[in-house]
């Protein structure tokens, strides 16, 4: 990973550290909504979600072997960004952290009581607004294919309404 080098040790970082690793990539000016993305955040959504309460927190987990397999088909270590090949260092490791990271953040889903839903094109176009059009076709159909793409949204209220 290019960026996020201390992500692993979130909670030995004080908020500012936090911050400062996070705006790394960013050039331009800071105004408004950063998207910072990160595989190990999946140990840490309490650490964010105590440190950050107002922050957006989105969750995507999909099952090891088909993100694996997804993952492969991209180009898997041979991909240039992001580069995991110091985190993940082989496949093996790939799927034992995998299988990690989602159950620590399904653990944090549950001890939040949030609503999982399946990303599809309904999906999108309900939450989203976002219609199947010739630039998202692949990929949304990518991750429809057998419907085991999961998403949580955590502070989402004021985008869109979630019901429970």
Known sequence: MEFGKRFHELNKLSKQEFIEECIKPFSESLNGYLLIKSHVFAYHLKYLQDNFPLSKIMVVNRPPNES??????????N?????????????????????????????????NDLPVYIANSRHFKDFWNIELSSENYSFIKSIEQSLDVSVTYYNFDDIFFITR
């Open 68 to 77: 694996l397999e997804h993952w492969k088909d991209a180009g898997g270590f």
């Open 79 to 111: 991909i240039k960004y992001p580069n995991y090949l110091n985190y993940y260092k082989n496949l093996d490791q790939f799927k034992k952290f995998s299988l990690n990271e989602m159950q620590h953040s399904k653990q944090w889903i549950k001890d």
